[in-house]
């Protein structure tokens, strides 16, 4: 590597990359050569930012080897934040079971995403499991009023008024004068 920097042969930690993004000045010279700039001038007018901060964070950069620099050109070197996010994941550990059940946990892994559902199962069977899964957020005895029902199924999903009519129909929220309580699922005693 030429210019500012050295020729860096080890990955970059992913750890390191986001220590680098997360001055301001950093982050918008890794936007604008990502959306096509290759100089100095051209990230400039790109992110806003006055020449001698483009030339600071690029020199930055290029020491930890994410921005090749020849003279005034730049270049992101895009396959440093791949390597990085590859080798975050492998040394990643793996998630917590969602059930002890491993054909239970594979259908919960598939529909729930960091505390999230990210779609509501077609097939019954798996919707089963999916919503007696999240009925757990509700106490049983506890009546709940429906904007507090919403608020909880809001943390899960957006669609808050097909989880509520699910969890109605299938009998694990009874529903009275807008009035809402646990009345199936799974209960740990």
């Known amino acids: 590597m030429r210019g500012y920097g050295r020729d860096v042969d080890a990955g970059v930690s992913a750890g390191t990359i986001v220590g680098l993004l997360a001055d301001p000045a ?37 020491r930890a080897g994410l921005v090749r620099r020849d003279g005034h050109g730049l270049a992101l070197l895009t396959d440093r934040f791949a390597a990085a996010a590859r080798v975050a994941a492998e040394q990643a550990p793996p998630p917590e079971p969602l059930s002890e059940d491993p054909a239970e946990d594979a259908v919960l892994s598939a529909f729930l995403r960091h505390g999230r559902l990210v779609s509501v199962p077609a097939q019954r069977s798996k919707r089963l499991l999916v919503l007696d899964h999240l009925v757990r957020i509700f106490e049983p005895g506890v009546r709940y009023p429906e904007r507090e029902v919403n608020a909880l199924l809001r943390t899960w999903h957006p669609d808050v008024a097909a989880l509520r009519r699910y969890l109605v129909d299938e009998g694990l929220l009874t529903r009275e004068a807008g009035v809402y309580w646990r009345s199936g699922g799974y209960v740990e005693v």
């Not at 010279?29 to 690029?58: F, H, M, Q, R, Y």
């Open 26 to 62: 950093r982050l918008k010279v890794v936007a604008a050569l990502a959306l096509g700039a290759g100089t100095i001038e051209e990230v400039g007018t790109a992110s806003g930012l006055p020449l001698k901060d483009v030339a600071l964070a690029a020199r930055r950069l290029a």
